[in-house]
């Protein structure tokens, strides 16, 4: 059972007294009648106090979006929609093989008939994607309808080419404030990457309309052999750009990657984000970073990243039905700790991202996330064009990669299970360990690699500064 912000996007996962006291904030409950104990007091208080419920008069009564919806489907957070597959660029490492458009485009009404599946599927939010998706001209009235489904829009990605100040303005009309995700791939190198010249300024201009506009901005930068000597020069732009966030990444070898002589080593990447998280540090952490699997540290802007941690939430490892309370009111509390690097056990969940947010290709095909896409087994994924959202979600071969643990995984890796490594690397990424093996239940060898190498001991250790 999950209590979400629909202003802000912020979650709580309720056990079920959170739950009963929740729910009974209807504005027709008597909390003085003999069903309501200290411990139920003590808790209504709490949401008092954190702005979630508020005292009303008798009678009154909450709106229908407020009310508690089941879904029949384990829970769903969010899901990452790739709009189209059409581009205006011909970037060197598009996994969706963009300009080609080999994913197509479906018509508005087939767009409208999956966010009424989300809807059903109690889906929190949504982040857009493609391709480009400011290339589809009905695109705002996709964002328009989400709004009227209360779906919140967390996220676009996006090249910026095409954005505009009405676009800005009408998404705010909307309703939304999302984190916009730019790609930029270097000072100097980033037309070669993206194969167009005379793209990068109208980036940065781009870049600093959506800044002016209020927007938060995660800048995202993919690395190889070129663009490695201006990352230096990039970082510094970052900073006067004022973003957020900056994800630097070495492509996956898929798509339009696929073959490249100019992919980077894993130690080649790591002499050079060392020199650059140390300067991150000493500049006072200005923003949040990740350079690869190497280094993370900041927090980057609520609406990129998942739900916040509170003291209503479950126990772990249960995976109630995806029912959600939602409250109109702002003051959900976030946690003031940046969370250190998980600890893996047999027992633990492959993957915790493709569990409640997976990946909607344009052609409707749902994958666990983008690392899947262009992948052997792409094929063998659902269609929601064919099959419902919820169905799917509950019963599918993507549902059985989502629920791979840890221990899965031995029988096929028996080196790992005595591993003095294991809580560190827990044998990685599946779409990378499918990407680089051909095998989704072999080890991930670019994971296992960064942890026998040692390579994260090379960079500043992020809980000493905290502590």
């Known amino acids: 059972m999950t209590l979400v912000n629909g202003t802000n996007g912020d979650q709580r996962v309720l056990k079920n007294l959170g739950f009963y006291v929740a729910e009974s904030c209807d504005g027709q409950t008597d909390f003085d ?70 994913y197509g485009q479906l018509p508005f009404d087939a767009m409208a008939g999956l966010v009424e599946q989300f809807e059903r599927a109690n889906v929190l939010e949504v982040s ?60 100097g190198t980033h037309d070669q990457m993206r194969g167009v010249t005379g793209t ?49 990444s070495a492509p996956q070898a898929t798509g339009n990657w696929r073959g490249t002589t100019s992919a980077l080593r894993l130690d080649e990447q790591a002499k050079a984000f060392v020199p650059l998280a140390e300067r991150w540090i000493r500049d006072g952490q200005l923003f949040a970073i990740q350079l690869c699997g190497f280094f993370h540290g900041g927090r980057p802007p609520r609406s990129g990243i998942g739900p916040a941690i509170n003291p209503l939430r479950q126990e772990p490892g249960v ?38 947010q997976p990946n909607v290709l344009p052609d409707g095909t749902l994958v666990p996330c983008p690392g899947y896409v262009d992948s052997i087994l792409q094929e063998r994924m659902p269609n929601l064009l064919r099959e419902d959202l919820s ?24 080196e790992c299970v005595a591993c003095e490594l294991f809580k560190e690397c827990g044998m990685g990424c599946r779409a990378s360990a499918l990407t680089e093996t051909g095998d989704l239940m072999a080890k991930d060898p670019l994971a296992c690699e960064v942890c026998r190498m040692d390579y994260k001991k090379q960079f500043p250790d992020l809980r000493t500064l905290r502590n």
């Not at 893996?344 to 409640?356: F, Q």
């Open 391 to 414: 169905q799917v979600w509950t019963r599918s071969f993507l549902r059985q990669i989502a629920d791979m643990k840890k221990k899965d995984l031995f029988a096929r890796n028996p």
């Open 319 to 356: 995976d109630r039905a995806s029912g959600q309370l939602r409250a109109g009111a702002t003051g959900l509390k976030r946690p003031g700790k940046i969370p250190d690097a998980p600890k893996y056990s047999p027992d633990s969940y492959d993957c915790g991202a493709c569990r409640e």
């Open 200 to 248: 990068e300024p109208r980036v940065m201009d781009a870049i600093r309309r959506i800044r002016a506009a209020s927007f938060p901005v995660v800048v995202a930068t993919a690395i190889d052999k070129f663009s490695l000597a201006g990352l230096t020069d990039t970082y510094e732009l970052m900073k006067r750009l004022d973003v957020q966030a900056w994800r630097v």
């Open 128 to 187: 857009l994607t493609g391709g480009e998706p400011f290339l589809r001209r009905d695109l705002l009235d996709i964002i328009q309808l989400l709004a009227q489904k209360k779906i919140r829009l967390s996220q676009i990605f996006s090249n910026a080419l095409l954005i505009t100040d009405r676009h800005l303005e009408d998404i705010r009309r909307i309703g939304f404030r999302p984190a916009f995700q730019i790609s930029f791939d270097g000072v």
């Open 33 to 102: 009648s003999f069903a309501f104990l200290p411990k139920h007091h003590g808790l209504l208080d709490l949401l008092i106090a954190q702005g979630i419920a508020e005292e009303c008069q008798e009678g009154d009564s909450i709106e229908p979006w407020q009310r508690y919806r089941k879904a029949d489907n384990p829970r769903l957070t969010g899901i990452h929609w790739c709009v189209t597959g059409r581009c205006n660029l011909s970037c060197r490492h598009c996994y969706m093989e963009a300009p080609t458009g080999r």
